[in-house]
């Protein structure tokens, strides 16, 4: 029973984690280059609903997946056009694409499916399958550990593996190439790469870019992966979550996955403590239990938002001298 217990805990950990390491992916990419994004909550929102959308109509999950990416790119280039071209405030744009995004997912799917702003179930066809199941059959038969070890890390969809992949990708990306470095210049002293002959509007539009696709990524796996319908406001608050993992991940791909994968503990088992009861207090509530997560992540941008040392060009538009 334990090893059902710890091995299910673990796959589900990992499975609630994967959007708020994408979109905490997606944010480290764009802050490191000294563009505050706010609007990852509305982007994911959006691209969820785009997902859930063509994904119906079509019944493609590519074209589902081109969707999601084609307004999660658009999204980020018209924080880029705001906030890079015209030096708006990168705080106020951040919020307005995520209100933008709550309101117009809404008037959308009201429009277009007359269910209340909530889509139709997208078809089987289109969800995310399984991969692994064979290798986790095998790594089952193991004594002790096989039975823990294959429902913990078997069996899961493709994007859940790709999530832990893009972490090491993202990190080589910013510590090990030409491209990261400057991005990482930018992000702390966009004077020095100006004067290096290299463009900091170009590099931080390219970071937008790439902040588009993994927002996108993040917003289609709620609908491919976890509930096979948008539904308004289905984010409930991810993209704030991912936000404050990557500033107690210190603008780390690393430090923000463990961040990520702490959220998600406990919204793991936040669900599988609905009902518990624990000795000399009886029957916890079901609200404090689902409350959890977000209590963490107030408690970690009040102890820790201090303490976490933010790019010194942060929000800072670059203006370029003449």
Not at 69 to 76: E, Y
Not at 147 to 166: C, E, I, K, R
Request: proline content about 5%; hydrophobic content about 55%; charged content about 10%.
């Amino acid at each position: 029973m334990d090893e059902v217990f710890i091995g299910t805990l673990v796959a589900s950990t990992l499975r609630v984690s994967v959007p708020l390491i994408l979109c905490a992916l997606a944010g480290v990419l764009c802050e490191r280059s000294g563009v505050i994004d706010l609007g990852l909550e509305g982007k994911m929102l959006l691209t969820a609903f785009a997902t859930a959308a063509v994904g119906v109509a079509s019944g493609s999950l590519a074209l589902a997946l081109l969707a999601a990416l084609a307004v999660g790119v658009a999204l980020s280039m018209v924080h880029g056009y705001a906030c890079v071209s015209h030096h708006g405030d990168q705080v106020v744009l951040g919020m307005a694409i995520t209100m933008t995004a709550a309101g117009l997912s809404v008037v959308l799917g009201i429009a277009w499916f007359a269910q209340g702003g909530q889509t139709p179930p997208v078809p089987e066809a289109v969800r995310l399958s399984r991969w692994f199941v064979g290798a986790g059959e095998v790594v089952a038969q193991i004594p002790l550990i096989g039975p823990t070890l294959s429902l913990a890390f078997f069996g899961h969809n493709l994007m859940v593996y790709g999530a832990l992949l893009l972490v090491v990708g993202v990190w080589w990306l910013l510590y090990r190439t030409r491209f990261g470095l400057r991005l990482r210049a930018a992000g702390e002293n966009p004077t020095m790469i100006d004067a290096a002959g290299v463009s900091v509007k170009a590099l931080r539009y390219q970071a937008l870019a790439l902040n588009g696709v993994l927002s996108a990524l993040a917003g289609a796996y709620l609908v491919l992966a976890q509930n096979p319908s948008f539904i308004p406001n289905m984010t409930a608050g991810r993209g704030y979550m991912a936000l404050a993992a990557l500033i107690f991940g210190k603008w780390h791909p690393v430090g923000a996955l463990w961040a990520c994968l702490l959220f998600g503990f406990l919204d793991a088992v936040s669900i599988r403590m609905q009902g518990a009861e624990l000795p000399f207090i009886g029957a916890v509530p079901v609200q404090f239990i689902q409350a959890l997560p977000y209590v963490l992540t107030v408690v970690l941008l009040a102890g820790f938002i201090g303490k976490s040392v933010a790019p010194a060009a942060l929000g800072r538009p670059y203006v370029k001298e003449r």
